[in-house]
């Protein structure tokens, strides 16, 4: 690829959607107009409830990333969430088309397609189909199989599926802002490219986006993604615990909570628990002008430790525990919590770490907290598909039901090394 083509990719979170164009060459991603900040509207936990309200937000995004660019953007990715995901893992077998020559693409095309034959109700429709290991005759572990000699072709998939309704309202509030949904990815799929490192996949993790309406949860195993879910909450109830326990507004509360995040917590859960400190704030309109730290810790810490117990059941659900021993990588605008890391640490006993967003270059300023790792994720997601040239636009994969199988499993190719 010697040209330079042009990128752009949407998250439409239930806090802000955040909106990256960048130009892609050979070896590079640089971002050339961003927008991250504009407040979402008419989205509830990963959800659309409004369309004319979302409309506004998303169109307002674009805006501002098309300004500084100075393009104008007629298609982009976008991303999905919201507790109607699911996933599933599913097994596909057929025989190599040329018995004793070597396998091909097509091969790999078909054997996806085969595991994709699962039965879901006419409601549900697959985002993504992973193939997470092959088998030539038998023998496992194989990551690309293509050019090998064998005569039957198996492969594992993990499969993630949500509602069709879901997605289509929000493909039609990309469209009403005119531009055309290039592809969906779950918001977990997209914030693990920006943020979890080789080793980590390989080993074993769990990736959590904490964001404001959702917690996005994916799962890897041996390189791949094997769990995948939702959870319907995030920093917006621990905004509105604080609310409550103040007696405040959700804005000053919301302050609050970013100022006590910002102080970069170093305490012991002894020390936090035994603190006496206050946290001065005046200006926030409160009437008060100081509030107790404790009093802050308590509400913030019972929210977190029902979200990691949340978390904790999702791994038994999942039969993940002992399988992750690279732990868990929090990233999402509310991974910044005070606390965060220690409650995590305390309820799941594995080691956690805070995922930035890296392997983008140019305007990165506005992004590089761990609020934009599934935008900057998806940015990276969407390269590797138009570098592989296997993309095929979301509307036109919904017209026939052969074009939507041949854009899953030009997907689902993208995936192979
Ligand atoms: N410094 C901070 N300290 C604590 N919380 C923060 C901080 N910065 C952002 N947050 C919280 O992060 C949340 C927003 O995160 P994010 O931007 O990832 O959400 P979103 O992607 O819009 O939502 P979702 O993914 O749930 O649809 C808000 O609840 C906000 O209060
Ligand atoms: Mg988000």
Do not use: W
Not at 92 to 120: F, K, M, P, W, Y
Not at 181 to 201: F, N, P, Q
Request: proline residues 3%; contains cysteine.
């Amino acid at each position: 690829m010697s040209k330079e083509k042009i990128i752009t990719a949407i998250d439409i979170g239930s806090s802000k959607i955040s909106t990256i164009i960048a130009a892609l060459t050979d070896n590079k991603i640089s971002v050339i107009g961003v927008s991250g900040n504009v407040p979402s509207q008419g989205i509830k936990k990963g959800n659309v409830v409004d369309i004319d309200d979302a409309v506004q937000a998303i169109s307002n995004s674009l805006e501002r990333a098309e300004r500084m660019a100075g393009v104008s953007v007629s298609s982009a990715f976008v991303t999905i969430n919201g507790s109607h995901l699911e996933t599933l893992n599913s097994h596909g077998v057929v025989a190599v088309s040329h018995q004793g020559a070597e396998i091909t693409n097509e091969d790999v095309a078909r054997v996806t397609e085969a595991a994709q034959a699962v039965s879901l109700p006419s409601t549900r429709e697959i985002i993504h189909v992973i193939p997470r290991d092959f088998m030539v005759d038998g023998q496992d572990g194989i990551r690309d199989p293509i050019g090998m000699s064998g005569i039957r072709l198996e492969v594992e998939t993990n499969i993630i599926h949500g509602s069709a309704t879901a997605m289509r309202n929000l493909a039609k509030c990309v469209e009403q802002v005119g531009v055309e949904v290039e592809d969906m990815v779950y918001v977990g799929v997209a914030s693990a490219e920006a943020v979890l490192t080789d080793t980590e996949k390989d080993l074993g993790c769990l990736l959590v986006d904490v964001g404001g309406g959702t917690t996005s949860v994916i799962a890897f195993h041996e390189g791949s993604p094997v769990y995948s879910d939702v959870l319907p909450i995030g920093g917006k109830h621990i905004t509105s615990d604080l609310a409550i326990g103040l007696r405040a507004h959700m804005e000053a509360s919301e302050s609050i909570k970013i100022k006590l995040s910002e102080e970069r917590e170093s305490l012991s859960p002894l020390e936090r628990d035994m603190n006496s400190e206050d946290l001065d704030v005046s200006g926030f309109g409160l009437d008060m002008e100081k509030v107790p730290k404790k009093l802050l810790y308590g509400i913030i810490d019972a929210r977190l430790n029902e979200i990691f117990s949340l978390i904790a059941l999702e791994i038994k659900k999942a039969d993940l525990q002992g399988k992750l021993p690279a732990g868990l990588i929090l990233t999402g605008g509310a991974s910044l919590t005070s606390g965060i890391e220690r409650i995590a640490k305390y309820v799941l006993k594995a080691p956690v770490r805070i995922g930035y967003p890296k392997g983008v270059t140019g305007l990165i300023d506005e992004i590089e907290g761990p609020a934009f790792a599934a935008t900057v994720g998806e940015v990276i997601y969407g390269s590797r598909l138009i570098r592989s040239g296997s993309l095929l636009s979301f509307e036109a994969g919904r017209g026939k039901i052969g074009n939507i199988l041949s854009r899953l499993l030009e997907k689902a190719k993208s995936f192979l090394p």
